[in-house]
């Protein structure tokens, strides 16, 4: 037989080039990854978060999103998708029972939209995507599920708000109820909207790890609700579910008129299989709990808490406890705010912070050894956990937080401990002792910002020591995912502490201008600031600031003015670029998503207030609208004043903003193909301009 060696040899090469794109092509698999619905991954309890009314039906239909990667770039990362849902996981892997299956769509987007037709309030929904790749040698695929719940529409809520009746606003409050089960239900979700914070517990555990729940909101136009599962909680026979709660923001003064409103729950708990339909009402139990908040939770007055010890229990939530001596808890027939899903992440312990010094103070007139500073290493904002020994039954230990130590120039020093000057700002806690060692004091509903934490003890003979003391970083801000490093250490440092100052700002589900003294979320540094170079661009914040877009909605008044903070109303300092914070964000959001349903929600909020704006033209310029610090300019302008309102700096600082106003308008319009007003718009951005 007589070979062509040339053209055996290419036979021989493209044999060996076959093994190898083969081999390429199983090795370097398709996946399919980071499934999400509402920019979150697996949230339980979801409604309409683009709505400013309370949903009453569902006409809504939800987003599910996902990634997919091959380190082979030749692979097309997506050419088709395929989306299926069911009501159970078994059903969809077998592809039984289908609520909807999306067919093969021909699209490289990585988004969908489920149908409305196939939703229901509270039911968990399990979905799956599957996606094509193609190359030359062949077609990939793959596939992954995830799945969400949905929350509660207006009419599902049968449960009363219930507080204790004649309790003082700063205590803590138990509340539980004991039921029994025939069976152990499928899918069973608590659902709990509460005016201040809530822990939800099911036979004595813990329902998960959120703490500060829910979310802050303008409670007096909405309230934010959470869901649990409680499923794996259960057991057949009896059952107990108990609440801890704290009034949290809803202490601050400008809720003061709201009265017993700031000191409600309501609790929803439906089984999947309708066997279990529990809720809120004057047969559950209520009593005080052993602590309460200290403070006024306003401005350098944030407080801490108050802890005693004697009274302490672990108890108080579980199945055998004798709540013989507890009372009923009453209704609350004069509160109605719109109740929406929190979908939004949780505030959680990020980080343990170890304690870097413990140092006894010099107290000349006291004696010594009885106060102890504290150096944790670094400012923090979230909880501490302290362990005593030697302490007597009574003694009561002081516990006041500073934010630098003693070497420091200070702008508000507001006390001194022993020869130490701190900048405390009222963060003080107190704990009263039962007299065990190790005896332990712990935040539950209110944290602090500092880094040194000075402790004092009045005692009554013995000595007293520290045992141990830890740090517990919290932060309600969603995952971080930029990674930033060059030849400069102070860049990367720098790039850190922006991440970690994002991270520290960002509690009880917004960013604040500080979490030691204020805990406001201003518009520019508490929205659009931090926004456009760090939290849209470094975190997965898209869930995040659709909520804070409709926070600053739920600010607006009926005139179109838009406060200066939000989700919280202050009725302080503020200017146009505050009111603008909405469409700044929300136009950086669709810039960063492409997700047009947040122009949709911002757009008729920004034109009411443009509406007020333009009630305060003269001659083409925007003039001051409102007295008490309105119409400010820039607030850290030169020299020893704020830029006031009636500065000619702060009048074209305001009159820059108003453009700034305009132009968005013009965009988010355009987007939007709804042209009306954009003409005359232009017209007046030109004149404004020109001015």
Same mark, same amino acid.
């Given at each position: ?109 990585q988004f969908c939209f489920l149908p409305k037709e196939i939703m229901r309030s509270h039911t968990k929904y399990y979905w799956q995507i599957e996606i094509i790749c193609k190359a030359k040698c062949k077609t990939q695929n793959a596939k992954c599920m995830s799945n969400f719940s949905t929350g509660l529409l207006a009419k599902d809520w049968q449960d009363k708000w219930i507080y204790k009746a004649d309790n003082k606003k700063d205590n803590h409050l138990w509340f539980r109820k004991s039921f029994e ?84 729950? #309501? ?105 102890? #500073? ?142 030691? #003294? ?96 333009q009630k305060h033209v003269e001659n083409d310029m925007l003039t001051r609208y409102e007295t008490h610090g309105y119409f400010l300019g820039e607030w850290v302008s030169p020299g020893p004043v704020f830029e006031y309102g009636e500065t000619e700096e702060a009048l074209f600082n305001n009159n820059c903003a108003y453009a700034m106003t305009l132009e968005y308008l013009i965009r988010m319009q355009n987007v939007e193909c709804k042209m009306q007003n954009v003409e005359a718009w232009s017209v007046d ?7």
């Open positions: 037989m007589y070979f062509c060696r040339p053209l055996f040899t290419l036979y021989i090469l493209h044999f060996i080039f076959c093994i190898f794109l083969l081999f390429s092509c199983n090795t370097n698999h398709l996946q399919v990854y980071d499934l999400r619905c509402e920019y979150l991954t697996e949230p339980q309890g979801i409604d309409n978060p683009y709505a400013l009314e309370q949903m009453t039906e569902w006409n809504y239909s939800p987003r599910v999103s996902w990634k997919c990667k091959m380190q082979n770039a030749k692979w097309k990362m997506q050419t088709a998708y395929c989306v299926t849902v069911a009501l159970s996981e078994e059903d969809l892997k077998r592809g039984e029972n289908l609520l909807w299956n999306s067919g093969m769509v021909e699209t490289d987007k089960l025939n069976k152990v239900p499928g899918n069973v979700f608590a659902y709990v909207a509460s005016s201040g914070y809530h822990e939800l517990y099911i036979n004595g555990t813990k329902a998960d790890d959120r703490v500060l729940a829910p979310a802050v909101s303008r409670i007096d136009k909405r309230v934010l609700y959470a869901t649990y599962d409680i499923s794996k909680f259960l057991r057949k026979g009896k059952n107990v579910i108990a609440l801890a709660y704290g009034a949290g923001w809803s202490m601050n003064n400008y809720f003061e008129y709201y009265g017993q409103t700031k000191q409600a729950i #309501r609790v929803q708990v439906y089984g999947e299989d309708e066997s279990l339909s529990l809720s809120s009402d004057s047969t559950w139990l209520c009593s005080e709990s052993y602590s309460r908040n200290t403070g006024r939770c306003d401005f350098m007055d944030m407080g801490g808490e108050w802890v005693d010890g004697r009274k302490y229990t672990n108890q108080w939530a579980k199945l055998d406890f004798d709540d013989s001596k507890w009372e009923y808890a009453s209704e609350l027939q004069d509160y109605n705010p719109t109740l929406s899903a929190q979908m939004t992440d949780f505030s959680r312990i990020i980080e343990e912070i170890p304690t870097k010094s413990i140092q006894p103070l010099s107290l000349p007139s006291e004696g010594s050894g009885e106060v102890f #500073r504290v150096d944790m290493g670094k400012e923090f904002t979230g909880f501490l956990e302290a362990k005593f020994d030697g302490l007597n039954a009574g003694d009561t230990v002081v516990i006041q937080i500073s934010m630098r130590d003693s070497s420091s120039v200070y702008v508000q020093a507001t006390d001194t401990v022993g020869n130490q000057i701190i900048e405390e700002q009222k963060q003080r806690h107190i704990y009263i002792a039962r007299g065990e060692d190790g005896e332990t004091f712990r935040n539950r509903f209110n944290f602090f910002a500092g880094r040194y934490i000075h402790f004092k003890c009045k005692m009554q003979n013995a000595k007293w020591k520290i045992r141990e003391v830890k740090g517990l970083a919290i932060s309600s801000a969603p995952e971080y995912t930029a990674k930033f490093e060059c030849d400069k250490d102070l860049y990367n440092r720098i790039f850190e502490m922006d991440k970690y100052t994002f991270q520290m700002n960002h509690t009880e589900g917004v960013v604040t201008d500080c979490p030691n #003294r204020e805990r406001l979320g201003y518009g520019p540094e508490g929205a659009y600031q931090t926004a456009w170079g760090l939290g849209l661009p470094c975190f997965r914040s898209a869930a995040y600031y659709v909520k804070n877009v409709r926070d600053w909605a739920d600010v607006q008044r009926e005139d179109g003015f838009v406060n200066n903070v939000a989700p919280q109303v202050s009725d302080m300092y503020g200017c146009v670029l505050n009111g603008t914070a909405i469409l700044n964000l929300a136009w950086e959001h669709y810039r960063m998503y492409g997700d047009r349903r947040i122009l949709e929600m911002a757009l008729p909020v920004g034109i009411k207030w443009l509406r007020f704006l951005l030109q004149k404004t301009r020109a001015a």
